[in-house]
């Protein structure tokens, strides 16, 4: 299974974007979908995430307030609206998939095991 991030690209501090992420290759079924981010020189971290059992979401902390997940279960499609970016934000985003895993670890990258190839998201000041 491949996960296909887009929706990235160039914009001003303040500006909007909405990131993608669907699914190519076989069906699968997903228990939690994620976004993690990875800035230059700097370790991958977790930015938002949904189970869909519930329809319950989780942010960074750096999130809350901006940023909103959102997602098709049926088509184990997700979506990541960033608004009011800041250059801080700049970073290679990607999206994950979960087929099991526990809830309290939904914020961590090994619980994943389906990840996209990224999408970048740069922002200028």
């Known amino acids: 299974v491949q996960l296909q991030a887009s929706g990235g690209g160039l914009v001003q501090a303040g500006d909007s974007l909405r990131l993608s992420c669907a699914p190519s290759g076989r069906t699968f079924s997903s228990r939690n979908m994620g976004w993690f981010r990875q800035a230059p020189g700097k370790e991958r971290e977790f930015v938002a995430a949904?189970?869909?059992?519930?329809?319950?979401?989780y942010y960074a902390d750096s999130a809350k307030g901006r940023i909103t997940i959102s997602g098709d279960k049926a088509e184990n499609t997700v979506y990541l609206q960033m608004n009011n970016l800041k250059p801080e934000d700049t970073a290679v985003y990607y999206c994950?998939?979960?087929?099991?895993?526990?809830?309290?670890?939904?914020?961590?990258?090994?619980?994943?095991?389906?990840w996209g190839q990224g999408t970048q998201v740069t922002v200028s000041s």
């Open positions: 949904i189970r869909w059992i519930g329809g319950h979401t």
């Open positions: 994950a998939a979960s087929s099991g895993g526990i809830t309290s670890e939904i914020r961590l990258a090994r619980s994943y095991n389906y």
